[in-house]
């Protein structure tokens, strides 16, 4: 079917509906492996009473387990239409509900001041976009754990290197903490 916008039609309309989703993508999709996750969690040492933000939450995977094994308060954002109701649909079906949910939005654009914990797999470049908002926003003691990619000019209090994560890639994960 031809598209049809506010008397457009074809690509100047596309461009339109471009033009009305402003959230810039950080990211692409690229899950972590289930067995990195775990890691991750374990390197922030999450544990019940943790608030997790899972900036880029992707299938939910990270807000789901730090809910589920490790008994965390669990959001995620994600820009996804598809990815957030992915997500929402699997919290549903395992009961977790009140511990974990997803924020469909821009990561760029929440308040992160009441998390204790936040996990991170973007690209170098978007972690130098957010740095200045987390470190408005981010409260002394917050552990940040990133997934292959540093933030410039913080120093990471732990390395983490996944030679093979079973599937023959390899990972590093950086824990920060908020001084
Ligand atoms: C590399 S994936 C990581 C997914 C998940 N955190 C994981 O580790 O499996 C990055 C995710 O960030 C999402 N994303 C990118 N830019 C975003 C933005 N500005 N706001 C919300 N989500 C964004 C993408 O749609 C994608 O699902």
Do not use: C
Not at 36 to 46: A, C, F, I, N
Not at 112 to 130: E, H, M
């Amino acid at each position: 079917m031809f598209l049809r916008l506010a008397g457009l039609t074809g690509l100047a309309a596309l461009s339109l509906l471009g033009q009305q989703n402003d959230i810039e993508k950080l990211a692409p999709y690229y899950p972590t492996p289930e067995s990195v996750v775990e890691r991750m969690l374990k390197l922030g040492e999450v544990k019940p009473g943790d608030k997790v933000f899972d900036l880029g939450s992707g299938d939910g995977r990270v807000v789901i387990m730090a809910a589920q094994k490790f008994g965390a308060d669990a959001t995620g954002i994600e820009m996804d239409a598809d990815l957030y109701k992915q997500s929402m649909e699997r919290i549903k079906s395992l009961g977790l509900d009140k511990k974990a949910r997803i924020i469909r939005g821009d990561i760029a654009k929440q308040d992160y001041s009441s998390a204790t914990v936040l996990t991170v797999y973007l690209l170098p470049s978007s972690n130098d976009k957010i740095r200045p908002l987390l470190e408005k926003q981010l409260r002394k003691g917050t552990r940040i754990v990133s997934h292959d990619f540093m933030f410039k000019d913080w120093t990471p209090v732990k390395e983490e290197h996944i030679e093979d994560d079973g599937e023959g890639r390899s990972h590093t994960l950086y824990l920060y903490i908020v001084k």
